[in-house]
């Protein structure tokens, strides 16, 4: 008997209903074919603007509304992107929050956080240092704690991105970078069954999914890559296996080299500023680690713009 998804498209769109009108619909800006070299159309969705920089909004909001509320507010652990999306949706929902991050973490995301209202706690050399010490406040305070991706209620709020991407532009294949998995998680089970082929993309230097896939269930990987704070978990976890294992297509490795080349082609080409994690997915054209058919329409997902200009500056040479 099969089992049943442990996340599926109608949890996705009643997630959808539920953060209706606390996150944005971001835009997909569609080249022209042959605009990035090749015989196939680029389809860029453009998740960079929504609220606190990043998709991350949508899963720390389908949190906090689908999920009875502690007197003792919210609690995550982050590399800057999920604390600064749980402090937003905890300021707007009237919650307190308190976010822990690892040493790590740039100053623009942790500047975020505080900028939201939550207590920060720094700490540790990696994330898992910061869940660790986030779980052992849950613990103590009884706080609701809000994961980054091991939750089926941040899956399906994640997932709604590829639902409001599908009723924007068609696309054949998906480019989704992999951090801990929640984002890609959700796309797949979205477009599970359908035309279109969910592709992850990891640093070659931080491949939890990818390790996952290939040994059959989730692994622990060290982790050492310019997009470590958002996209350097050491273990993607069962829940988030379970769902990508029979629905994404693969995982493309990428260098950091190309990782700096695709924020850099970004902002000169296009304007578009973003972090090392939010320019991965497009990295994996630059430097060849997905190659599309002819014809292919390509979506390509700049997931995350909390950058500290300097930095972007530096990418530029």
């Given at each position: 008997m099969t089992r049943p998804a442990p996340v599926s498209r109608s949890d996705i769109a009643a997630a959808a209903a539920r953060i209706e009108g606390h996150v944005r619909r971001t835009p997909v800006m569609e080249l022209a074919r042959g605009a990035l070299g090749g015989d196939w159309t680029p389809v860029l969705k453009l998740e960079l603007l929504q609220h606190a920089g990043s998709f991350k909004p949508r899963g720390a909001f389908n949190n906090l509304l689908s999920r009875e509320a502690s007197a003792a507010g919210v609690a995550a652990a982050s590399g800057g992107n999920h604390g600064a999306a749980v402090a937003y949706a905890a300021l707007k929902l009237g919650r307190k929050a308190r976010i822990f991050v690892p040493e790590i973490s740039s100053p623009a995301k942790i500047d975020a956080i505080r900028r939201f209202?939550?207590?920060?706690?720094?700490?540790?050399?990696?994330?898992?240092?910061?869940?660790?010490?986030?779980?052992?406040?849950?613990?103590?305070?009884?706080?609701?704690?809000?994961?980054?991706?091991?939750?089926?209620?941040?899956i399906a709020g994640?997932?709604?991105?590829?639902?409001?991407?599908?009723?924007?532009?068609?696309?054949?294949?998906?480019?989704?970078?992999?951090?801990?998995?929640?984002?890609?998680?959700?796309?797949?089970?979205?477009?599970?069954?359908?035309?279109?082929?969910?592709?992850?993309?990891?640093?070659?230097?931080?491949?939890?999914?990818?390790?996952?896939?290939?040994?059959?269930?989730?692994?622990?990987?060290?982790?050492?890559?310019?997009?470590?704070?958002?996209?350097?978990?050491?273990?993607?976890?069962?829940?988030?296996?379970?769902?990508?294992?029979?629905?994404?297509?693969?995982?493309?490795?990428?260098?950091?080299?190309?990782?700096?080349?695709?924020?850099?082609?970004?902002?000169?080409?296009?304007?578009?500023?973003?972090?090392?994690?939010?320019?991965?997915?497009?990295?994996?054209?630059?430097?060849?680690?997905?190659?599309?058919?002819?014809?292919?329409?390509?979506?390509?997902?700049v997931c995350g713009g909390n950058v500290e200009l300097a930095k972007l500056q530096g990418t530029l040479g």
């Open positions: 209202g939550a207590d920060v706690v720094i700490g540790g050399a990696r994330y898992d240092d910061a869940q660790a010490a986030c779980d052992a406040y849950v613990a103590e305070s009884g706080a609701l704690k809000v994961h980054p991706f091991a939750a089926a209620e941040t994640q997932g709604t991105l590829a639902m409001e991407w599908d009723g924007q532009a068609r696309v054949d294949s998906a480019l989704i970078a992999v951090g801990g998995g929640g984002l890609i998680s959700g796309a797949a089970a979205w477009w599970a069954g359908q035309d279109v082929r969910v592709i992850g993309v990891e640093p070659e230097g931080s491949r939890a999914l990818h390790a996952a896939l290939a040994a059959g269930g989730a692994v622990d990987v060290s982790v050492q890559s310019v997009a470590a704070d958002s996209l350097g978990a050491r273990n993607v976890g069962e829940l988030v296996y379970e769902v990508c294992r029979e629905t994404v297509d693969h995982v493309a490795l990428v260098p950091d080299t190309a990782i700096t080349e695709a924020q850099a082609t970004l902002w000169r080409d296009f304007r578009i500023a973003t972090e090392p994690g939010g320019a991965a997915a497009f990295a994996a054209i630059l430097c060849g680690a997905h190659t599309p058919a002819p014809g292919e329409r390509v979506g390509i997902l």
